[in-house]
């Protein structure tokens, strides 16, 4: 029997890298679109570059999506490629939508175009739900989206409900509350809060500068949400589902339980800077993840404190010359 084929748009990213591992595990055939670059950002696939096969496309250029998934012909394709980052897509927000927002179009109209009958997974994020309608949110909850990023999402997740309605293609939108790890990017604030206690520890820094300490986020294991999304795709129907812990928690509690972890006091270091306030910001987020775990028998294996402890772990062995995820 052939080995079932995986297309992963967003390989390199934390979520593609724990997706990678997920289906190697399961005996799939790996292939991970990455783009064109003078230098190499594979750092978190590195220990399974030999087990997959890295292929370059971009999700701004339809012709390569379409090339790329004619020639692979892929059973499942995993849509994770995004600028992900909310504050950073203020300041470039053309760009942020345009892979976001019409990235998904064109790979959903690439897999239509070339006749694969695949199923599709469309990384949607809480973000959506922005200004929120209700506490805590769930799979019928109106999007109110705060950001050029969240905008752009909100617009995949319909064109991947438009999709699965007008051509009955497999299609679902994972609704993905913040979800950390020791492999997230060094600006996102649970890493940076990490880093830098790491750094602290080693003497390498003296203060870390930090925005909006009081927004609250359901915070999760990235690895526990990507086998949620392989899940997604083997269910008899398609359908959209969030993934969240049910728990919220502020930015300042993470340093609390962060800082106190690694015998430090946090307000000796920490400095609010203007910079990292957004310019419309999104309070708090919470999720209801009680369709996936009744539907898909999915729940999250690693709760707050150990999530939060995992990520200090990494960063205070994690030596300052290490190469960074960007």
């Given at each position: 029997?052939a080995?079932?084929?995986?297309?992963?748009?967003?390989?390199?990213?934390?979520?593609?890298?724990?997706?990678?591992?997920?289906?190697?595990?399961?005996?799939?055939?790996?292939?991970?679109?990455?783009?064109?670059?003078?230098?190499f950002?594979?750092?978190?696939?590195?220990?399974?570059?030999?087990?997959?096969?890295?292929?370059?496309?971009?999700?701004?250029?339809?012709?390569?999506?379409?090339?790329?998934?004619?020639?692979?012909?892929?059973?499942?394709?995993?849509?994770?490629?995004?600028?992900?980052?909310?504050?950073?897509?203020?300041?470039?927000?053309?760009?942020?939508?345009?892979?976001?927002?019409?990235?998904?179009?064109?790979?959903?109209?690439?897999?239509?175009?070339?006749?694969?009958?695949?199923?599709?997974?469309?990384?949607?994020?809480?973000?959506m739900?922005?200004?929120?309608?209700?506490?805590?949110?769930?799979?019928?909850?109106?999007?109110?989206?705060?950001?050029?990023y969240?905008?752009?999402?909100?617009?995949?997740?319909?064109?991947?409900?438009?999709?699965?309605?007008?051509?009955?293609?497999?299609?679902?939108?994972?609704?993905?509350?913040?979800h950390?790890?020791?492999?997230?990017?060094?600006?996102?604030?649970?890493?940076?809060?990490?880093?830098?206690?790491?750094?602290?520890l080693?003497?390498?820094?003296?203060?870390l500068?930090?925005?909006?300490?009081?927004?609250?986020?359901?915070?999760?294991y990235?690895?526990?949400?990507?086998?949620?999304?392989?899940?997604?795709?083997?269910?008899?129907?398609?359908?959209?589902?969030?993934?969240?812990?049910?728990?919220?928690?502020?930015?300042?509690?993470?340093?609390?339980?962060?800082?106190?972890?690694?015998?430090?006091e946090w307000?000796?270091?920490?400095?609010i800077?203007?910079?990292?306030?957004?310019?419309?910001?999104?309070?708090?987020?919470?999720?209801?993840?009680?369709?996936?775990?009744?539907?898909?028998?999915?729940e999250?294996?690693?709760?707050?404190?150990?999530?939060?402890?995992?990520?200090?772990?990494?960063?205070?062995?994690?030596?300052?010359?290490?190469?960074?995820?960007?």
């Amino acid at each position: 029997m052939a080995k079932r084929k995986a297309f992963i748009t967003g390989i390199t990213g934390q979520d593609g890298s724990y997706l990678a591992e997920i289906l190697l595990e399961k005996d799939y055939e790996v292939y991970g679109m990455i783009r064109r670059s003078s230098s190499f950002n594979t750092a978190r696939i590195d220990h399974i570059f030999g087990d997959i096969e890295l292929v370059f496309g971009d999700l701004g250029d339809g012709s390569s999506l379409n090339q790329l998934v004619r020639t692979i012909r892929p059973d499942e394709v995993y849509n994770l490629g995004a600028q992900s980052h909310v504050r950073v897509s203020f300041d470039i927000p053309e760009y942020t939508a345009d892979v976001a927002a019409l990235g998904t179009l064109r790979l959903l109209d690439a897999i239509r175009e070339e006749g694969v009958q695949c199923r599709f997974y469309e990384a949607g994020s809480s973000e959506m739900f922005g200004q929120v309608r209700e506490t805590p949110q769930n799979e019928e909850t109106p999007f109110h989206p705060r950001s050029p990023y969240g905008v752009g999402k909100v617009f995949g997740y319909w064109i991947t409900r438009n999709y699965r309605e007008a051509y009955g293609m497999y299609a679902v939108n994972g609704i993905l509350f913040n979800h950390e790890s020791p492999r997230r990017g060094p600006t996102f604030v649970t890493r940076k809060i990490t880093r830098a206690i790491g750094a602290i520890l080693r003497g390498e820094q003296d203060e870390l500068r930090l925005g909006n300490l009081e927004a609250k986020r359901d915070w999760g294991y990235a690895r526990d949400y990507m086998d949620g999304a392989w899940r997604m795709l083997q269910a008899d129907a398609p359908d959209d589902y969030v993934l969240a812990t049910g728990e919220t928690h502020s930015v300042r509690e993470f340093l609390d339980e962060a800082f106190a972890y690694a015998g430090l006091e946090w307000d000796k270091y920490v400095k609010i800077d203007e910079r990292y306030f957004r310019p419309s910001e999104v309070d708090v987020l919470l999720g209801d993840p009680s369709k996936a775990r009744e539907k898909l028998g999915w729940e999250p294996n690693v709760q707050f404190a150990e999530l939060v402890r995992i990520m200090v772990d990494h960063d205070r062995e994690r030596r300052h010359t290490e190469e960074h995820y960007v």
